[in-house]
């Protein structure tokens, strides 16, 4: 079992940033993010592997970018240029195998941190 704590969360004005972090309880192969908007499905929003790849939807590229500190299981999600859209409640994730990194297939999931932009 891995345990995700998710950090960093809060509200901002548009146009604004905010940093979140996720440490894993131990190792995994890959870990990330998605988030759910009221009203909406929930969405992967950006992965990373241990060995560098990432993924980002094409709703965050060039606005967010996933790193990680291998050394302390920790992902983190700079997040700028935030959007009123972007308000949702946004998951850590977390897979043991490389296989589903950058599926839609979560192993473990942490509690949800929100993040609110406004106009």
């Known amino acids: 079992q891995v345990q995700l704590t998710e950090s960093g969360g809060g509200s901002v004005e548009a146009g604004g940033s905010l940093r979140l972090s996720c440490a894993a309880s131990?190792?995994?192969?890959?870990m990330g993010w998605f988030r759910q908007a009221p009203g909406k499905e929930r969405e992967a929003v950006a992965r990373i592997e241990t060995h560098g790849n990432t993924n980002y939807a094409d709703s965050v590229k060039g606005r967010f970018t996933i790193s990680q500190d291998n050394d302390k299981n920790t992902v983190y999600l700079q997040m700028n240029d935030l959007k009123p859209e972007d308000t949702a409640l946004y998951y850590c994730?977390?897979?043991?195998?490389?296989?589903?990194?950058?599926?839609?297939?979560?192993?473990?999931w942490g509690r949800g941190i929100q993040v609110t932009v406004s106009s």
């Open positions: 994730t977390a897979h043991t195998s490389y296989t589903y990194c950058f599926t839609d297939l979560p192993l473990y």
């Open positions: 131990r190792y995994c192969s890959c």
